[in-house]
């Protein structure tokens, strides 16, 4: 586990599913269709270029916790929503092209269960490929993502 103070491990989970999501879009870049062109770490922005995924920090969750002499472990669940983005608001709401991006996210995933660090892909759950955003004049389709990680805190 790593040694992590105050929330970093949140922020460092977001940097662990950007950074398979930028693979993924490599991947994507030639001969995929649709394709995913960009990402961006968080939800609110004014403006996204298409095809996108924002990805958002929504909650943790207390596992377990144990104490030693020294330190202090915790594990943690992080729910993360991730979000693609296929139109601008008023334009064609494809639930088909959502759902398949969405799932070359989820694949992406599951392919690589173990992120570093002790970040590890928990589960997926509330995948819908049909949705408008508050956020972002977008539409496209969402999916919430579940990574567990330890932390351990040192004692003064």
């Not at 943690?76 to 979000?83: A, E, F, N």
């Not at 709401?93 to 995933?109: P, T």
Request: glycine content about 8%; some cysteine.
């Amino acid at each position: 586990m790593a040694e992590i103070y105050g929330t970093a491990f949140i922020e460092t989970g977001n940097d662990k599913i950007k950074t398979l999501i930028d693979a993924l879009i490599t991947s994507m870049a030639e001969g995929y269709d649709p394709a995913i062109a960009y990402a961006y770490q968080s939800h609110n922005r004014a403006y996204i270029l298409l095809n996108a995924v924002t990805i958002d920090f929504e909650n943790a969750e207390q596992m377990l916790e144990c104490a030693g002499s020294v330190s202090a472990a915790t594990e943690y669940l992080l729910t993360y929503s991730i979000r693609v983005h296929t139109d601008y608001n008023g334009g064609v709401m494809d639930g088909q092209k959502n759902a398949r991006l969405l799932n070359s996210i989820m694949n992406k995933f599951k392919a690589n269960f173990y992120l570093g660090d002790d970040y590890k892909f928990w589960g997926f759950h509330e995948m819908e490929p049909r949705m408008t955003f508050d956020e972002s004049p977008t539409v496209g389709g969402q999916v919430m993502i579940t990574l567990k990680t330890g932390v351990r805190y040192t004692q003064e």
